[in-house]
Structure formats: structure tokens, C-alpha cells
């Protein structure tokens, strides 16, 4: 009784070690391919977000190298690094909108008791700059010209600007 009872247990470890090992073999067979498929969809994702990126950043001025060259030219007389243009451009705006009739560069004047300021700025290419405004109940956006002048200030002209309806 003693040898069957030994046997009946041999056995029984031995189909509890397979069942366990086909269940973890199954287990990590089943991991990987789940790993696989979000690993996959995750660069899918990740391409996308890239190409749009790269679609939404084509006009601006860190892609455009046309108008990077444009401060780097002899013929132009600018030798300004456009890394350091952008953040100088954009500080100048933002500084403006300390004024107490509202910044004069979004083209609106003050409607109600707030000022238009400006939010938002991009700098298109070595001219122009989009920037968006508001005054907390009307927003709008501005197209400017800029021009760096030889003596490395700048100025601003409002080519356009449209307030959109509340």
C-alpha cells in the first residue's frame, strides 16, 4: 500500500509540473505577444505624432531653411542666429502687452474694461509671425511683419487681424 501510494503521488507530482510548465510556457508565450502588438502600435502612434509634428512645424522658422539662410546671407547684411531671433521675438511681443491700452500689435483696440493681449506667438519664417490674442471673453489672431534693423532692434507692422465672433 505504501509503494502504491508513492507511485499514485510520483504521478501525480509529475502532471502537476507539466500542467504548471504548459501553463507558464503558454503564460509568457501570450506576454511577448501582447508585448509585440503594443510595442507595434506604439511606434505606429508614435510615427503618426511625428508626421503631424512635422506637418504643423513646416511653417515655421527652426524647418525653414530658406529663410534661415536669409539672416546667414552677405547680401542681406544680417548675421543673426534665428535660435536665439525667436525667443528674442517672441519676449518683445509679450512685453508689449504691459501696456495699459493693450499690446498695439494685435490690431484690435480695447473694446470693453479688458486689454487684447497676446497669447500665443509663432515666428512663420524670417518676416512674418502669427500670434494669437485675447481679452478673456473675444479672441482673435494677428498676422505681423517683423524687421530686424541694423542695429539689431526690431519692429513690428500688423499686416492682418481678424477678431472672431463670440
Known amino acids: 500500500m505504501k509503494r502504491s501510494f508513492l507511485l499514485y503521488a510520483f504521478i501525480v507530482l509529475i502532471l502537476t509540473n507539466i500542467f504548471t ?7 509568457v508565450k501570450f506576454e511577448q505577444n501582447r508585448y509585440e502588438k503594443t510595442t507595434k502600435r506604439l511606434k505606429d502612434s508614435l510615427n503618426v505624432m511625428t508626421t503631424k509634428w512635422n506637418e504643423s512645424n513646416y511653417f ?11 539672416f546667414d546671407s552677405a547680401i542681406a547684411n544680417k548675421s543673426i542666429a534665428y535660435e536665439k531671433l525667436i525667443p528674442v521675438l517672441k519676449e518683445k511681443l509679450m ?17 470693453g474694461e479688458n486689454k487684447f493681449v497676446i497669447n500665443k506667438v509663432k515666428v512663420l519664417n524670417h518676416r512674418w509671425i ?11 489672431e494677428v498676422l505681423l511683419k517683423y524687421f530686424v534693423n541694423e542695429d539689431e532692434s526690431v519692429s513690428f507692422e500688423v499686416m492682418q487681424s481678424l477678431l472672431y465672433a463670440q
Open 21 to 27: 510548465y504548459s501553463f507558464l510556457s503558454s503564460e
Open 60 to 70: 515655421s522658422l527652426e524647418k525653414n531653411e530658406n529663410a534661415q539662410n536669409y
Open 95 to 111: 512685453d508689449l502687452n504691459a501696456n495699459p491700452k493693450g499690446n498695439p500689435y494685435t490690431g484690435q483696440d480695447q473694446i
Open 130 to 140: 502669427i500670434a494669437d490674442y485675447s481679452d478673456g471673453k473675444m479672441w482673435g
